[in-house]
């Protein structure tokens, strides 16, 4: 492995071991497990269900010549036979999770329950399953998936892991011979899983992808300006390295626990395809993806083969997210309806963030029915309607958000109704927009008057690689780091509006044009993407004592790819209600502590102007801003 790759792995696995938790990693559900063979359902009415632990082998890689066993249960609600089949929900681990892990058991619970019968699996690489850890390739685990289709189908044969016979499973409905009605439901790691299967695989009736990503090259190494469609940029972007760091630990960790299910996983680049080293190495080096890493992520990216994607599918994202914004569920979302795909988008409030913790009422596969909460009641209904055929299931609007300003019961025996007032709901996802323009000023300031921008320029100095701002620590903020977002004076230029007279609310993205003055980065640019100049836009709330917030700790890392002409920033996709007496802020940072940055010291000046002024758009889901 080369030696600056595995300094660093070394470096993040120390740290991670320790702090691991299904919630942080896999999708953060509230769950609650249960063990045995037959079980009883935790309501009296409910049906009882049998788990069988099963193994099935399978056959990845682009040649089908890469042997790997997977491990699963297969749960089958009572009554259901041969002669009484039942619909499926096929289901896989979020990212360090596995079959057994409480989020993989509480859907299962949640469904079989339902009378759906759930097979739910570990993954390539985590958990009893062989093989290495592939990213969520279409030719490793999506073929694999589509091998386990087949069992549902009752086309492959697996194993029971206690005996070792062979069987196949004939109780599933079907809609035709070798096509059984089956729809999937995961997240994270386990929701991209279910496009990779569903781009080669037909007989897949509904999605249900949690919290997961669009263009994994985006997702990694971000540039939130350059964009040729959705957020797949043409300039390489800008490494997240905490998360890139904190995710090679788990898999790691993972191969090192699961050695004896396979001992070739750590062979080479350890648990992981050994290209994703290579990626990980140039990375670390250079800040930036390569032209050879940017083909590997996008390889294991929607965003790539969305048009072979026809199934009708939930795009369920999260606010609190610094992993898979908000941005990769529009972009996936709008892809899929361009392709004239039945889509539906629910904005929920927790992402990989702080811990991922649902709101009171949100979701909880732990409780005793999956009607018990919002999401699940919509998880239920889709799958209802598109899996078993019933048309009178309701699909739901067509974009939903959650709004953490909104008081409700959240009492348990409540909430699951109540939070039904904290969620808005629309016909469209733009569709009651208003577009308030605010023009940055010279002194400093934001005015939603052309009439009043005043010439003048911000300024600000780059250090080279050291950090000078904050914005989280990731995967570990809210759960055992608790620090404040931070800039350098110095090193950053903001510009302020005068405090709102009545509160705003922003829904969906904010863009921003700004026009720089940047001598080095003009010079060195034309040399490639380690010339460029990098920078960080976010949007603060500036409360009345002057106390800032950094919304869900949100910012949108640049790379800009010429410097003399006006760059256009795509900022943090958000849910955000700024009160009355606040002011907006919008900040252009040198550095963050989470991202890889420039190397170079250099100056940077926002100038604007009356015929060329900087621009912040807000998209309002209210009245247009009214300030003091």
Known sequence: MHRAVAATLAAATALAIPLITSANLSTGWTTAGHGGQTLASAGSSAPAYTKRAITIPVKVGPERNIACTIAADL?????????NKAAAILTTNGFGGSKDDANQTGIAKGFVQEGYVVLSYSGLGFGGSGCKIYLDSPQYDGVAGKQVVSVLAGHKRAFDAETGKAFRVRYVAKEKPGDPRVGMIGGSYGGQIQYAIAMQDRRLDALIPVITWNDLAYSLAPNNTSLRRGVTYATPGV???????????VGIRD?????????????????FDDRACTAKAQLDVAGYPDATTTRLARNASVATYLKHIQVPTLVVQGQKDTLFNLQEAVATYKGLRRNGVPTRMVWQSWGHSDGGTPAPGEVDLGADSIRDTYLGRRFLAWMNHHVRGHEKAPVGPRFCYFRDWVRYDTRPAHAGTAIRKAYACRKSYTGDDISQKLYLTGDKGLTKNASAIRPGSASYANVGPASTSYSETSALEGVVVHNPPSDTPGTYAAFTSRPLARAARIVGTPSLVVHLEAPVAAATQSSGPAGKLVLFAKLYDVAPNGRVTLHNRLISPVRVTDVTVPVRVQLPGVVQRIKSGHRIRVVLAASDFAYAGNTVPQPVTITTSENHPGVLRLPLASRPLRFQ
Do not use: L
Not at 239 to 248: D, G, I, M, R, T
Not at 255 to 271: E, K, L, S, Y
């Open 239 to 249: 490494h997240k390295k905490q998360w890139s760091s904190f995710f090679f630990a």
């Open 75 to 83: 749960y089958r609600p009572a009554g259901v036979s041969r002669s």
């Open 255 to 271: 191969g090192i626990a699961n050695a004896q299910v396979d001992p070739t996983r750590n062979v080479g680049c350890p648990n």
